[in-house]
């Protein structure tokens, strides 16, 4: 079993509209999660940074960390061309930097 | 600031041959890690560098290897290439706790390597 998984998906969404992506993980030593935004021909670039569970908001973007499901989200209000990215979450134990990655999920949105 | 930066962006190699990629990290920032994307694996952790010290390793062979300097920019080498080593080799780097800082992680654009 990975670390890390995301539904490596597609997903198409009209302007506008929200879109709702989400990770599970099975090591519970994970304590700090991350959202990364790639586009196309580019590194990734860092969203969202959270510690251990709760919400975090930052304008159109808000992360959920779930621990005691092993759960993650990311949810995009009032979703733009310009969002139209593979959105990777990451996560990392602490004590080192190293982070696991889940596959990505591409998203498109639609003028 | 500036952000990271590699060099060079694209490269292609022959099987067997061996290629050095080089990273510059955010000033001020003493920790750089590598990561190997591709397709079918996603992003995998090579390891990281902290103080010209290497602190972590991932699950890759001999063949890779990397090094810091003492103004922080790495190097990752990878000998006796093969079809199978063809990725996009991503660097990031990040203020480290000893630093004041976190665990966040700044990319830079990659490098694109290409084994024929």
């Known amino acids: 079993q990975k670390e890390v998984e995301q539904d490596p998906g597609p997903l198409s969404v009209p302007e506008g509209a929200i879109v709702s992506l989400n990770c599970t993980y099975s090591?519970?030593?994970?304590?700090?999660f991350m959202w990364y935004r790639q586009y196309s021909r580019k590194g990734p670039e860092l969203l969202m940074y959270?510690?251990?569970?709760g919400n975090k908001e930052d304008g159109r973007f808000t992360a959920q960390v779930d621990k005691s499901s092993k759960y993650i989200s990311l949810f995009i209000r009032d979703s733009q061309p310009s969002d139209s990215a593979t959105y990777l979450c990451a996560m990392s134990a602490g004590g080192n930097n190293r982070l696991a990655f889940g596959k990505g999920n591409q998203v498109v949105v639609i003028p | 600031k500036a952000g990271v930066t590699q060099t060079p962006r694209y490269l292609i190699k022959t099987r067997g041959q061996q290629v050095t990629l080089s990273c510059s990290p955010i000033?001020?920032?003493?920790?750089v890690s590598w990561y190997q994307q591709t397709p079918g694996q996603g992003l995998q952790f090579l390891f990281e560098y902290f103080s010209e010290t290497q602190r972590n390793k991932g699950n890759f062979p001999g063949r890779f290897s990397g090094r810091q300097f003492s103004n922080s920019r790495s190097e990752m080498n990878v000998s006796t290439l093969e079809l199978g080593d063809s990725a996009l080799y991503l660097c990031?780097?990040?203020?480290?706790?000893?630093?004041?800082?976190?665990?966040?992680?700044?990319f830079g654009p990659g490098t694109r390597l290409t084994v024929t």
């Open positions: 990031a780097s990040s203020l480290d706790l000893w630093d004041g800082g976190s665990y966040e992680q700044y």
């Open positions: 090591n519970s030593a994970f304590q700090y």
């Open positions: 959270t510690y251990s569970s």
């Open positions: 000033s001020g920032h003493r920790s």
